[in-house]
């Protein structure tokens, strides 16, 4: 987030539910033992699993680090924003197609407003969605104390 001397910038936070998280940690684990378990086979075995192992530890670790401190993260802003959010409103203001090569999917530029928070903009970028259009509201939760915030569609 920034600060840019009105308090912090927006920040959006993704619905992640129970069953999304379970799926995300069990993927988490499954990619942190990979790299171990490959050099114990290696090691035990003698076969020539280890540069497997090797690469898969260096590799698959991180990542699956990143998922789970990424899962926790989206979790713990799902909960605040549960906890603490008020109702808002977000108006699409614009759609913009976006391509990086590897996905496709819009930029969709919002307006969120409601009670107890100064109205601000950001961009949502996600899939391509039949509902959306420009002058779309949409259901918001925000988080006033640091403009944080998710979209319902």
């Not at 680090?65 to 909960?79: A, C, D, G, K, P």
């Not at 108006?91 to 100064?118: A, H, K, Q, Y």
Request: charged share 15%.
């Amino acid at each position: 987030m920034t600060d840019d001397g009105e308090g912090p910038g927006p920040a959006q936070a993704s619905r992640i539910g129970p069953l999304g998280a379970l799926f995300l940690y069990s993927v988490s684990v499954a990619l942190v033992v990979s790299g171990p378990v490959l050099l114990v086979g290696a090691v035990l075995a003698g076969a020539g699993l280890l540069i497997g192992g090797v690469l898969c530890t260096v590799l698959c670790t991180p990542l699956g680090l990143v998922i789970w401190f990424s899962t926790s993260h989206e979790r713990e802003n799902n909960r605040r924003l549960d906890a603490a959010g008020v109702a808002a409103t977000a108006e699409v203001t614009s759609l913009t197609d976006w391509d990086d090569g590897e996905s496709t999917g819009v930029v969709v530029g919002l307006r969120v407003s409601g009670p107890g928070f100064r109205t601000f903009e950001s961009t949502w970028k996600r899939s391509h969605h039949p509902a959306l259009r420009v002058g779309l509201r949409l259901g918001a939760v925000v988080d006033p104390a640091d403009n944080l915030f998710r979209v319902d569609l």
